[in-house]
């Protein structure tokens, strides 16, 4: 069997793979929250989150774009995706929900969505604290500057501006798992093909070197 034959291969691939399921197996979870702020008009119907106009969108639009004044904003394939699913393990994302397909927006909703994640519970809060401040600043100064009256104004709907904390820890204890079979599978496939390449090398030595010429002496010295 080649695993026998190439033990040093054998046991330094089993080795390396012990060792990336065990560093699997302490990676510390990531925190992230979110809130899907909702505009709301002061004296607006009661049942207008059962029946949310359009009216606001946007606004919203207008106040996610200046949140990201200063941010490259990657979009998404859906806006379902979580701070998390983008690969970001610390900091902040705003956006607005779209619908659309590939070539062309769909937003219908007058929300803006707010994530923030970090390494702890701490430092998410602290992000997200300061994400709500901001956008609630942003629309008073909005408001403020298109001499818009105090009353009514638009402002959000405090029940969505909730949020908790959640941590996303994944399952260590199977891509562990998984990460031993691949490093096993892996580790038979080199021992396979160093056994070949060593097989292939012998055989290239036996074709140029056939075998041994004898030389013999005549009785007389001659050859």
């Known amino acids: 069997m080649a695993a026998r034959r190439q033990l040093v291969v054998l046991l330094v691939g089993l080795l390396v793979a012990g060792w990336a399921a065990h560093a699997v197996t ?79 927006h769909n937003f219908t909703e007058p929300i803006v969505v707010l994530e923030a994640a970090g390494p702890d519970e701490t430092s998410v809060h602290e992000q997200m604290d300061g994400l709500i401040r901001r956008l609630r600043g942003e629309l008073t100064t909005l408001q403020r500057d298109l001499l818009v009256p105090s009353s009514p104004r638009v402002g959000f709907s405090d029940s969505t501006l909730d949020y908790t904390v959640q941590a996303a820890a994944g399952r260590p204890k199977v891509a562990a798992l998984g990460v031993l079979f691949v490093g096993g599978t892996l580790t038979l496939l080199a021992c396979v093909c160093v056994e070949r390449l060593r097989r292939s090398a012998r055989n290239r030595d036996d074709a140029t070197y056939p075998g041994a010429i004898m030389i013999t002496a005549a009785p007389g010295g001659r050859v």
């Open 26 to 104: 302490q990676e510390q979870p990531v925190y992230w929250a979110r809130v899907r702020a909702v505009l709301v008009a002061d004296g607006a119907l009661r049942n207008w989150l059962l029946q949310p106009g359009e009216s606001a969108i946007p606004l919203a639009g207008l106040l996610e774009r200046r949140m990201n004044a200063e941010v490259d904003a990657v979009p998404t394939n859906s806006p379902d995706i979580t701070i998390i699913d983008r690969g970001i393990t610390h900091g902040t994302v705003v956006f607005l929900p779209d619908r659309g397909g590939q070539w062309a």
